[in-house]
């Protein structure tokens, strides 16, 4: 790991390019006042539209959030998206969504979700600050009121998940998730990298937290260009400071034609 820095990343044209941009913390402000409705900035939407037609297809969203769920949020905008970290595969905006289970697989990791919802939010309300959250394919323990019971919200899912071996612990900025344990960032990337239109490109990853780590060491890996959102210590060489900045950078990107 290495502290990342102002060290600004390359700009290439879109036509050498497989754009992989995190959502959350990357293309929006991770927190406001909401904090579970991100403030979308009115020029994201646009932009992305025109990235996707910029790179022939090869621009895809990759979260911590699913599918449908981003689909919502960016409304008209139809892009490959790779969600629940990975779990859910979209590999174009027409495809049916892939998931990394079979059926009674799927079948047995919901009824876990609702174990682990239920053991969450009872401790939930045990703290101060503290709150669960039930989404498709993931639990979420919010302690972004509370940051000083990160190591104990951490402890409890560490537990949590040992008693439910389907399910690992994703840490992440003001919260604890339990994520599907054969999810992760870096094997969904390396996954579509096999696949046109990202096949043959140069991959650039944008994120922000440490689900985006994994991502970072693959594309790495492939000789492509990971950038960091903020600061702090990681894999990814390239930084900026953020969303904003996200946002400018991948419009120079867009003018390179």
């Known amino acids: 790991m290495i502290a990342s820095g102002p060290v600004k990343p390359p700009v290439l044209a879109p036509c050498e390019v497989a754009l ?8 929006v402000p991770y927190a406001s006042e909401t904090r579970l409705i991100p403030v979308i900035d009115p020029r994201l939407p646009g932009l992305l539209e025109r990235l996707g037609k910029d790179t022939g ?7 911590g959030r699913g599918v449908n769920e981003l689909q919502g949020l960016l409304g008209p905008i139809r892009l490959p998206i790779l969600g629940t970290h990975g779990f ?9 969504i892939e998931l990394e289970s079979t059926a009674s697989d799927t079948r047995d990791m919901l009824d876990g979700l609702d174990r682990l919802y239920t053991q ?3 401790w939930a309300q045990k703290h ?12 979420v323990v919010h302690f972004h009121d509370a940051p000083e019971m990160a190591d104990l919200a951490y402890r409890f899912a560490r537990e949590a998940c040992d008693g439910n071996p389907g399910f690992a612990l994703q840490a ?37 937290d440490l689900a985006d780590e994994a991502g970072f060491q693959v594309v790495n890996s492939l000789g492509g260009i990971s950038i960091k959102v903020g600061p702090g210590e990681s894999a990814a060489p390239f930084s900026l400071a953020t969303s904003q900045d996200v946002l400018a950078y991948l419009g120079s990107i867009s003018m390179q034609l």
Do not use: H, W, Y
């Open 20 to 27: 992989m941009l995190d959502f959350d913390g990357t293309l």
């Open 57 to 63: 297809g090869a621009t895809v969203i990759v979260s």
């Open 88 to 96: 859910e595969f979209r590999a174009s905006p027409e495809a049916a």
């Open 120 to 122: 969450s939010s009872a």
């Open 128 to 139: 101060r600050g503290i709150s669960a959250e039930r989404k498709a394919l993931t639990v």
């Open 172 to 208: 992440g900025r003001g919260v604890a998730e339990f994520r599907p344990a054969n999810a992760d960032k870096g094997s969904a990337i390396k996954r579509l990298m096999d696949k046109p239109p990202f096949s043959g490109r140069r991959p650039i990853f944008i994120g922000d």
